[in-house]
């Protein structure tokens, strides 16, 4: 089965860096997705990695270990519109779907 | 190019009472998914379709949800009756087949049961 765990809560302040963490455990690996969910919306795509390394996209980057069990999200500049709901998932083996975290909750503050 | 499609955005209802959601998916996605997301929860996978074909339904309560989607481009989902535990966000998402591939989200249907 799969087993997704990430922090909770966490608060940065704007113009910092902040980097959220998501460990997973899966019978096998088939990628690793982060979605962005503003409250009352539905999430966004932000990135998908199945290779070990950093990727990068503006102020987003991604990383992934795949002998860790392990991905982090790292946000620089931050703004006050990036306090949002960050998701971590990964698809199963096989045809099937994606399995969400419970999300790590961003507030930036001024 | 239009997004997913959900409607209504925000439904309240009595509890044993029906009512239905509605998905239109991305235009060309042939998988399309209907997810269920409690408050500070992420969502939960209830029913997956591979153009018509209910391919992953093992998390939908039967008793009283049932979703079809007839030509393999609509989707609706149901329940009947509404208990007070089912009032939550329902998600239609929409991707190409199989997995890997970015999923895309309707806005979702607001469902408050009193």
């Known amino acids: 089965g799969q087993n997704i765990d990430q922090p909770t809560e966490m608060t940065a302040t704007e113009g910092a860096i902040v980097q959220i963490n998501c460990t997973y455990q899966?019978?096998?690996?088939?990628?690793l997705f982060w979605y962005q969910q503003h409250a009352g919306e539905a999430p966004t795509f932000l990135s998908y990695n199945v290779l070990d390394g950093l990727e990068e996209k503006g102020r987003f980057s991604s990383f992934l270990s795949r002998s860790k069990g392990y991905s982090y999200l790292l946000l620089k500049e931050l703004q006050m519109k990036d306090s949002a709901s960050y998701l971590c998932?990964?698809?199963?083996?096989?045809?099937?779907?994606?399995?969400f975290g419970k999300g790590t909750r961003l507030s930036v503050i001024a | 190019e239009a997004g997913v499609v959900q409607s209504p955005r925000y439904k309240i209802i009595e509890k044993k009472q029906p009512v239905a959601f509605w998905c239109n998916p991305i235009s060309g996605h042939n998988t399309l998914y209907w997810y269920r997301q409690n408050l500070g929860q992420g969502p939960e996978l209830l029913i997956r379709y591979e153009n018509e074909e209910a391919v992953d339904d093992s998390q939908l309560p039967k008793d009283r949800f049932s979703a079809e989607r007839l030509k393999g481009v609509d989707s609706t989902l149901k329940i009947q009756p509404a208990e007070l535990g089912d009032s939550a966000v329902y998600l239609c998402?929409?991707?190409?087949?199989?997995?890997?591939?970015?999923?895309?989200f309707g806005p979702g249907t607001r469902l408050t049961v009193t």
């Open positions: 899966t019978s096998g690996f088939n990628g």
């Open positions: 998932a990964v698809p199963p083996p096989g045809n099937t779907p994606l399995v």
């Open positions: 998402a929409s991707s190409s087949s199989g997995t890997g591939y970015e999923q895309y």
